[in-house]
């Protein structure tokens, strides 16, 4: 613990004035955030998260306790993807450019 440098994944406080706002964290991706509640919401969600490493990426990442993959793991593992990634180091989104 310290002051040590903050990690840069997500910077909340005073950033959220415009009325939508898309934000992205580990525990579930992608927000929306476009009201008070959402931004309540997500501020009790990031209060909540601590460091972890990612269980599949292994990454560092923030997430609530009760978690042990990162949102894109999570969306990755529903898809079928393998538990493990052996493989591919970063799936980058596709282009769309066909054959
Ligand atoms: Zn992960």
Same mark, same amino acid.
């Given at each position: %613990?310290?002051?040590? =440098? #903050?990690? =840069? $994944?997500?910077?909340?406080?005073?950033?959220?004035?415009r009325?939508? @706002?898309?934000?992205?964290? *580990?525990?579930f &991706? +992608?927000?929306?955030i476009?009201?008070?509640? /959402?931004q309540? +919401? +997500?501020?009790?969600?990031?209060?909540? =998260?601590?460091?972890? $490493?990612?269980?599949r990426? /292994?990454?560092?990442?923030r997430? %609530? !306790?009760?978690?042990? @993959?990162?949102?894109?793991c #999570?969306?990755? @593992? /529903?898809? &079928?993807?393998?538990? $493990? %990634? =052996?493989?591919?180091? *970063?799936? &980058? !989104?596709? $282009?769309?450019? &066909? !054959?």
């Amino acid at each position: %613990m310290g002051a040590a =440098s #903050a990690p =840069s $994944t997500v910077s909340v406080g005073g950033a959220i004035s415009r009325r939508e @706002l898309t934000i992205y964290e *580990h525990n579930f &991706g +992608f927000w929306e955030i476009d009201g008070q509640v /959402e931004q309540a +919401f +997500f501020e009790y969600v990031q209060r909540q =998260s601590v460091q972890k $490493t990612c269980d599949r990426c /292994e990454r560092r990442v923030r997430l %609530m !306790p009760a978690k042990t @993959l990162c949102a894109s793991c #999570a969306s990755a @593992l /529903e898809c &079928g993807a393998p538990r $493990t %990634m =052996s493989r591919y180091r *970063h799936a &980058g !989104p596709k $282009t769309g450019a &066909g !054959p």
